[in-house]
């Protein structure tokens, strides 16, 4: 018999608080954990009916106002990372998807990446009437 383990496992803690919207408080969660060689996914709930979703994922930790980017947003809104990449989802019944590829390089293995999503809620000509900001992931690649 022969047991496979690694030393390097993947892991997904969840940090922050979400915001309120205007469909209620903006959470994400992981789908899956994040290795090396393969795709890490997410959900983010709590968005409203007509909006778009940006995905933030970085390397860098940090904490800023969201209003300081987005006039828009609700008070107290946070980003919690120095934002470095931008993914894009639509939302479709309150929730969106977001997923990433993991390269398949062992030199990631225990690198830490942060994820967070901010939903736009649009009104019906497409301007944003409102912004807001989930909790972040902080997410341990695993590798084997």
């Keep these: 018999m022969a047991r496979i383990a690694t030393s390097c496992p993947p892991s997904a803690v969840v940090g922050g ?3 309120v919207g205007s469909a209620g408080l903006v959470t994400l969660a992981a789908g899956t954990l994040p290795w090396t060689g393969a795709t ?9 009916a007509s909006s778009v979703a940006f995905g933030i994922w970085s390397l860098q930790p ?31 019944g309150g929730t969106a998807a977001f997923a990433i590829d993991i390269p398949n ?10 994820h967070q999503v901010v939903p736009l ?14 909790n972040a992931l902080t997410l341990t690649i695993g590798s084997f």
């Design 40 to 48: 890490f996914g997410s959900v983010a709930a709590g968005l409203p």
């Design 105 to 114: 390089d062992v030199l990631l293995g225990g690198q830490t990446l942060l």
């Design 121 to 134: 809620g649009l009104d019906a000509s497409g301007a944003i009437v409102e912004a807001a900001s989930s």
């Design 62 to 92: 940090g904490q800023s106002l969201l209003a300081s980017v987005l006039p828009q947003s609700a008070p107290g809104c946070l980003l919690y990372m120095a934002p470095q990449l931008l993914t894009v989802a639509f939302a479709a």
């Design 17 to 19: 608080v979400g915001c």
